[in-house]
């Protein structure tokens, strides 16, 4: 079984600058989650889908942060703008209808 | 508000020995408890889940208890080897089925041959 993918693998950007992260979840895994990384820190959530479904976006700062899921499969995180707070590791991760999560391998973005 | 809180931030220990990684929790609310294992540059792979109406988990060399009460988990690695080397994370989960987790900062482990 083919696990959760994400890409880019590592992202180097200037401040103001946006990106995108994609993943790709296990196939049939109905909820997608996005976690945020930062050096040092466990990861927080930022957003939980139920197929093409918002179910919790409290945390997302939706002054520059957007995410999509798409035909409910899968998704695409952006930033726009980003800042320097901002460099840290995306990680994707699904579930399906047991509670365990898998996780993606993570972006490593940079912000300069 | 949730807060989960691991110690110790780091650990260094001979190959062989028996250990122990801890997890406090403040709301004893929750759904499940999950112990999680990440290696550098890689994502997070679940180690042990326990529901919130069990008391502990055994998977080969590890086990991890749950104390709803205290607030506690911890996670026990017998016969430590090299490649435990790891950091590992505990992470509280609530919101019912919707499975949402909080993560404390992790115990950097370092296994010594």
């Known amino acids: 079984e083919a696990g959760v993918a994400q890409s880019p693998r590592y992202k180097i950007i200037e401040k103001r600058q946006s990106v995108a992260f994609w993943c790709n979840p296990i196939?049939?895994?109905?909820?997608l989650y996005w976690y945020q990384q930062i050096l040092g820190q466990g990861p927080k959530l930022l957003i939980q889908?139920?197929?093409?479904?918002?179910?919790?976006d409290s945390q997302l700062p939706k002054d520059r942060f957007s995410a999509e899921r798409l035909k409910g499969v899968d998704s695409t995180l952006k930033i726009q703008p980003a800042k320097l707070e901002d460099s840290a590791v995306y990680l994707c991760?699904?579930?399906?209808?047991?509670?365990?999560?898998?996780f993606g391998p993570g972006t490593r973005l940079t912000v300069l | 508000k949730q807060e989960v809180t691991q110690i110790p931030a780091a650990l260094s220990v001979p190959e062989g020995e028996n250990l122990v990684l801890n997890c406090s929790f403040t709301?004893?609310?929750?759904?499940?408890l999950q112990w999680f294992r990440q290696d550098p540059g890689k994502g997070l792979t679940s180690l042990l889940l326990?529901?919130?109406?069990?008391r502990e988990q055994t998977s080969g060399r590890l086990n991890a208890s749950l104390d709803k009460s205290s607030g506690r988990s911890t996670l026990y690695i017998a016969a430590s080897q090299p490649g435990d080397s790891a950091t590992y994370l505990c992470?509280?989960?609530?919101?019912?089925?919707?499975?949402?987790?909080?993560f404390g900062t992790g115990t950097l482990l370092a296994v010594q041959p």
């Open positions: 991760a699904s579930r399906l209808a047991t509670d365990t999560q898998y």
């Open positions: 196939s049939g895994h109905a909820t």
């Open positions: 889908f139920q197929n093409n479904g918002v179910v919790d």
């Open positions: 709301d004893s609310a929750i759904y499940n």
């Open positions: 326990i529901q919130s109406s069990q």
């Open positions: 992470a509280v989960g609530y919101g019912g089925a919707t499975n949402k987790l909080i």
